[in-house]
């Protein structure tokens, strides 16, 4: 049987070159498997080979998506594989953009087909879940044993062509393709049927999910820079030394408030970050840079802008999910309003 | 976050590394940041130089705020 020659991409992490402390390097690419690549062959009972593992690092690949593209796509084409496959990337969402946003490429400009799987909070699932297949994981790499199977056996459908089933059969997230199907019974006798659940309070599935966009109408712009009250908000775990209300470094629950009345400058003495999800060298030696407060005591003192609100929210935005965070911005943003506040910059990481 | 704090109707802005990203989580005023580890810094330059970089960010973030826009909108 001839085997399935794959390409492979992976972070620093599972590429096994080091942690966020290594999250800036440049691609790089090494013949063979490596670290899971191992795992990937495994799963496939021996039919794929790995021939190419690409490795990243998280920030240069994230903040890079454009550059490394056609570096990726020489790569690639140099060892003309059947297959791209890329991460899984489960939660983590820098990883999961470069993994979307490569394998579409790989897709569309040398026609080679590309599978990833990441969790439904990845923002790489909206950006490529139209062209290509994504496998839905967990959020953690716990679920990295049940993903392989799942991966290796659409992607040997996808290779094979035969006809992929839906979805929900499959465990990839819908790509918005109409497929027409012949039911056993008709429209109406199905809606009606849903209807009469629906009414017993029973659980149905619809036949047509109606597309939730989730955009918020932008609000109103501040009138008077020189008379708005400001405030500063971050993501991006700056805390007083010693984190004294211990905000998780990973799956934050909770934001903090901490009082910058009178201080012009963070100093690496006084702050420091409890974010688990970068590397926090610079963020210690410096929390301005990532809680720009000095810069916007000299703009307030310039008279740019009114006011600097006398206190900063904080969370750690690491692997926190969404249903939290939308609600710490929603309180947030509630607290801010009543206290007076115009207009809020907020920083992330 | 931003983009809840934005719902309550307070216009928030955005400093985000990864543009794509901002775009795809819904936030309304997007500005790119320095790099992801040190958003509003760059520890390759001179104290006073980073400052000075900080300082043009927060203005163009603060231009944003005070923008009208009608929908999804990085400032440059």
């Known amino acids: 049987m001839k085997r399935v020659r794959v390409v492979h991409y992976l972070n620093q992490f599972f590429g096994q070159i080091g942690g966020e402390d290594k999250a800036d390097i440049p691609p790089q690419k090494k013949n063979g498997p490596v670290g899971v690549g191992q795992l990937l062959q495994k799963e496939s009972g021996g039919c794929f080979e790995v021939v190419r593992t690409i490795l990243c690092g998280d920030n240069f690949a994230a903040e890079h998506l454009k550059e490394i593209e056609p570096v990726v796509l020489e790569w690639v084409d140099e060892v003309d594989p059947d297959l791209f496959w890329a991460g899984p990337a489960f939660a983590a969402g820098r990883y999961g953009m470069a993994c979307g946003t490569m394998c579409k490429a790989v897709q569309q400009k040398l026609g080679i087909p590309s599978i990833t799987a990441m969790h439904s909070s990845n923002p790489g699932v909206e950006a490529a879940r139209k062209e290509i297949y994504i496998v839905e994981t967990g959020d953690s790499t716990l679920d990295m044993k049940r993903v392989f199977p799942k991966m290796v056996a659409l992607a040997q459908k996808i290779l094979d062509k035969t006809p992929i089933g839906m979805p929900a059969e499959e465990g990839y997230f819908p790509r918005g393709i109409r497929v027409n199907i012949r039911a056993e019974k008709r429209g109406s006798k199905r809606a009606v049927e849903m209807l009469l659940k629906k009414l017993r309070g029973e659980p149905f599935v619809t036949e047509l999910p109606i597309p939730q966009f989730d955009r918020v109408e932008p609000a109103s712009p501040i009138s008077d820079l020189s008379k708005a009250v400001i405030a500063l908000v971050t993501e991006g775990g700056i805390v007083p030394r010693g984190n004294p209300d211990r905000i998780e470094a990973h799956n934050a629950s909770k934001y903090c408030k901490y009082y910058i009345g009178g201080i012009n400058d963070l100093s690496g003495e006084a702050y420091q970050t409890a974010h688990g999800g970068y590397d926090p060298v610079y963020a210690n030696d410096d929390p301005d840079r990532v809680l720009p407060l000095d810069a916007a005591r000299l703009l307030e003192k310039e008279g740019v802008f009114g006011k600097l609100y006398d206190y900063y929210y904080v969370t750690v935005g690491n692997v926190t999910a969404v249903a939290s965070a939308a609600r710490y911005g929603h309180e947030i943003g509630e607290l801010l309003l009543k206290d007076g506040v115009q207009g809020v910059i907020f920083t992330s990481t | ?76």
């Open chain 2, 1 to 76: 976050m931003v983009k809840e704090i934005e719902r309550v109707g307070l216009p928030a802005v955005l400093i985000c590394a990864i543009v794509p990203i901002a775009v795809t989580v819904g936030a309304n005023r997007i500005v790119r940041a320095i790099a992801i580890p040190h958003p509003t810094g760059d520890p390759k330059v001179e104290k006073k130089e980073e400052i000075e970089i900080r300082e043009n960010l927060l203005r163009k973030a603060l231009k944003a705020l005070c923008s009208k826009i009608e929908e999804q909108t990085v400032f440059k």
